[in-house]
């Protein structure tokens, strides 16, 4: 009896033992893999310069598009590509938790004294996400879907950090910037690139701000051209559209929608939904391009359409409502340019921004019926056989492929026939 004891005693020390050492390795290695997802987050926000291109790239495809050097199926299939570059979105609640994370404190102060006595400096632990990227990642994710105001704000509060390296400042005052020429405030815009070009002239962000002010000179110059000109409001529109100028356009778009016909509605709605996502009203803009879709399914605008409302659905991050109708309406459309937009999506990176309180946009219930019933599979229609007799004593079986003023076709076992509506004499169907 007291042997059956100690062998009991010793198994459950063991097994204490053992579970204790896992946790204590467990604890370890997930001390470690934080370390390193803090160093990795500070060398992400500090070398943006993929996010550099995407900025530049918004220039250039639309000043190709303005040029009429690319075409809106290349400049959509681009635009994605550059998007899928910059950073996802994730909300907080998909972040997972470490197991022991309560007990990592103590461990980490055992660690700390070891690397002390090394010599090495002590390793910080973070459960939550840090604090100090929540700004910026904020501004990143309003920059992303065209709230430019609020970006501004956001970038504003992250420079008050006194701990960022001069490469994230500069980085910062570069977005900053960029989110100042498309709010319109190009003042301000030039103001924050000079800064960069003239203190931060050793750091990347000062040869995108060059370029990006080159940009702003440019299309300045156009949008004076455009305005200035003669072309029909429509045109003129499309053009200021395509040069940022998305509040003067949508000015012009909105007298010009009082004026013209039926046959240019649709081309006016996807300009008027462009302006409005521009000047940061997703909703609006939602709205805008599901009529285009449901109204004109066969335009080339509505295509067009359907692919920005993947955009946005994408740039709201997570699985949303704007995503899967954009998809449901595909099975319509089967559209390749949109069809592999899709695909590009599902081999993105998962992980990148952090928000909290994510863009929450809705499809009207209208809108939303009108989309289903668009998109309903209806029933193949039922085959009609006739019996077709003519004036000369023929006599003609088959399915019915077309009917017109001048003749009947059938497919019959040797073939095609027409049979010219003067000669028929009677019509037999059998269904």
Partial sequence: MKNKFFIILFLTASLVIVAYLYMINQMVISIRLNELKIYLQEFDKSEGSVDHIALIATYEINKKIYEERISQDKADEIEQKINSLSLTVNSDEEMTSDKFHIFFYPALGLININRLILGKSPIKYQHAPGDQFKDLDAAYYFEKNFLFKQAIVQYNKALLN???????????????????????????????YNKIIKDY???????????????????????????????????????????LAYEQ???????????????????????KARCYSGLGQPEKAVENYLKVITSTPDSPYAKFSNRKLFMIGTSIGGDNAILETSKLINTRFEDPVLSRMIEDRKDSAVSGLRIQNGIKISVPDALKMKVGKMTMKSEPPEDIFLVILTSDGNTFKGKL???????????????????????????????
């Fill in 249 to 271: 356009a949508l000015k012009i778009i909105n007298a010009a929608e009082q004026k013209s016909g039926s046959k240019d509605l649709s081309r006016i709605l996807y300009y």
């Fill in 401 to 431: 492929i077309e009917k017109n003023a001048e003749y009947i076709s059938l497919e019959t076992s040797i073939g095609r026939i027409d049979v010219k509506r003067d000669k028929i004499s009677k019509v037999i169907e059998n269904r």
């Fill in 201 to 243: 002239s050793y750091e990347s962000s000062a040869i995108t701000a060059s370029i990006l002010a080159q940009y702003l000179e440019g299309f300045n110059l156009a949008r004076n051209m455009v305005l200035n000109g003669k072309s029909d409001p429509v045109l003129k529109s499309q053009k200021l559209v395509n040069l």
């Fill in 162 to 192: 006194a701990d960022l390296s001069s490469t994230l400042k500069a980085s910062i005052l570069l977005r900053q910037g960029y989110c100042y020429a498309l709010d319109g405030d190009d003042e301000k815009a030039m103001n924050n």
